[in-house]
């Protein structure tokens, strides 16, 4: 089993940045990607960043693209999303999830292990 959990969501004017945590244990092994998703009020779960543990090759939404960041620390078994130039359309809970078997990384079906999610309010 895989556990995830999100921590660092907080309330942000626009423009402002914002770093969210993900700190993964259990099998860790046994991940194949790992993700950040995001979903706003009344709209549906979107896809926000991934990384392939094992080389750090990274995934970008094209909504973040320039502004988001995905990143890792192996040693502390934690994933980072480092958040820039943030806008109100960003506000959302915001969601790590990890894959074991491969499948497209923009859709939430691929992902076995999901975090309780935190809570990201950007004001404008």
């Known amino acids: 089993q895989v556990q995830l959990v999100e921590s660092g969501g907080d309330s942000v004017q626009a423009g402002g940045s914002l770093r969210l945590s993900c700190a993964v244990s259990g099998s860790t092994v046994s991940v194949t990607f790992l993700a950040w998703f995001r979903q706003a009020p009344g709209k549906e779960r979107e896809w926000v960043a991934q990384?392939?543990?094992?080389?750090?090759?990274?995934n970008y939404a094209d909504s973040v693209t320039g502004r988001f960041s995905i990143s890792q620390d192996n040693a502390k078994n934690t994933v980072y999303l480092q958040m820039n130039n943030m806008k109100p359309d960003d506000t959302g809970m915001y969601y790590c999830?990890?894959?074991?078997?491969?499948?497209?990384?923009?859709?939430?079906?691929?992902?076995?292990?999901w975090g309780q999610g935190t809570q990201v309010t950007v004001s404008s």
């Open positions: 999830a990890a894959a074991i078997t491969w499948d497209s990384v923009r859709h939430a079906t691929t992902y076995q292990y």
């Open positions: 990384i392939f543990p094992g080389n750090g090759f990274t």
